[in-house]
């Protein structure tokens, strides 16, 4: 069983990288992580063996978090997405620009 946090990690890295991927990689992580298949169900789908399909997620996996350790994108959009759910508490105009203004910082000097 995959943890929680683990499968949205995957499911947000895809939707980001997911294009740098091949077809068939990212055509098996969707269905084993968004569509919830198993490797059974996926591998009866493609006509090839569950241990193909265990390679091609794990390698996969290994591409996605390659990138995000090179790219940093994710881990910038998680932080923009922390400072914007802060000016939903009660701030000053001050401190609502301020917030702004980090987080446009954040994307001219962080991508």
Known sequence: MVDMQYRNRINQLLSIYGEKLSPLQKEDLISYYSDDLSLSEIALNRNVSRNAIHLSIKNGEKELEELESKLHILALFT???KELDTIYEDKSKEE????????KEELT???
Do not use: F, P, S, W
């Open 79 to 81: 932080k923009i997405n």
């Open 96 to 103: 609502i620009l301020e917030i702004v203004r980090k987080i």
């Open 109 to 111: 000097h962080g991508i």
